[in-house]
């Protein structure tokens, strides 16, 4: 499975940005959840959003809720990240991620999933 993250850019604060990931390879499980991580150097991998394969339910770090919506669309195998009112605190490199083994308690796990894509660089000015 390989996962391809872009969108990336860099903004004004109060901007918005859509980040796209496309999946490729391997075959997709009913349980196969799709997220999306940030990372900023130094500091370890943060989680942002989560949706199920089904779009059932969607899970968001408070940071971003309210901000951020998470979308897939399984039929192009791509899942997306619009983000509004982006802020300073926001840039970071982001990371799409996807697995099959993931239960509530291990949604915000960055060791819970097994594909991840190269990232892309997002960075707001203030």
């Known amino acids: 499975v390989q996962l391809q993250a872009s969108g990336g850019g860099l903004v004004q604060a109060g901007a918005s940005l859509r980040l796209s990931c496309v999946v490729s390879?391997?075959?997709?499980?009913?349980?196969?959840?799709m997220a999306w991580f940030r990372q900023i150097p130094g500091k370890e991998r943060e989680f942002v959003a989560s949706?199920?394969?089904?779009?059932?339910?969607?899970y968001y770090a408070d940071s971003v809720k309210g901000r951020f919506t998470i979308s897939r669309d399984n039929a192009k195998n791509t899942v997306l990240l619009q983000m509004n009112s982006l802020k300073s605190e926001d840039t970071a490199v982001y990371y799409c991620?996807?697995?099959?083994?993931?239960?509530?308690?291990?949604?915000?796990?960055?060791?819970?999933?097994?594909?991840w894509g190269q990232g892309t660089l997002v960075t707001v000015s203030s």
């Open positions: 991620a996807g697995g099959s083994r993931l239960i509530l308690s291990t949604i915000r796990d960055p060791r819970a999933y097994d594909d």
């Open positions: 949706v199920a394969k089904s779009g059932n339910w969607k």
């Open positions: 390879g391997g075959t997709f499980t009913s349980r196969y959840v």
